[in-house]
């Protein structure tokens, strides 16, 4: 298996962080699958954002540390889709995904059975259509975040040739 992945990883370099979180995340529960991608996802958040600012030392300021103006989910959510570098249907995945992760991890009782968390589910643009409707909850989900995460592995390489830069504006 080990040579598989590292053959597969001179092609395709870029999903060298996507290959032990899939692993991670077929071998979690459904609860601890939830937390795993979204952490996840969030990191890729914090990348892309971090790609595109100025590269300046108080950056790190903004993302990382108590009180952190950009350090939440939903704060990444929201400014790498007002900066234009998510689109409309990954922020909206994206705070799916982040309302399931909330209500499964303040609320023990809760879990893909319940009608919210399958109804949020069903919703995903990222996620499997099925013809019928046997598809799971989960299955819906499970698609979707690793749909929208590998929709976005690359994304803060792409966002980095953007770089905003330092400009002197007219006083």
């Given amino acids: 298996m080990e040579d598989r992945h590292a053959e597969f990883l001179k092609t395709h370099p870029h999903l060298k962080d996507f290959l032990p979180l899939l692993e991670t995340h077929n071998q979690e529960s459904p609860r601890g699958a939830v937390l795993v991608s979204c952490a996840f996802l969030d990191d890729q958040l914090r990348e892309i954002i971090d790609a595109f600012l100025i590269a300046d030392s108080a950056r790190d300021k903004l993302l990382e540390g108590f009180n952190a103006p950009i350090g939440t989910f939903s704060s990444r959510i929201v400014m790498a889709h007002c900066l234009g570098l998510i689109s409309d249907k990954e922020r909206d995945d994206c705070e799916t995904l982040r309302k399931i992760r909330n ?56 966002v980095k040739r953007a770089r905003l830069e330092r400009r002197e504006w007219p006083t």
């Fill in 103 to 158: 209500d499964l991890a303040h609320d023990h009782k809760a879990d893909f059975a319940s009608q919210r968390i399958a109804d949020l589910s069903a919703n995903l643009h990222h996620s499997i259509k099925p013809h019928d409707k046997r598809v799971r909850p989960f299955d819906h989900f499970s698609s979707a975040a690793i749909a929208l995460i590998l929709s976005l592995i690359n994304r803060a390489a792409y």
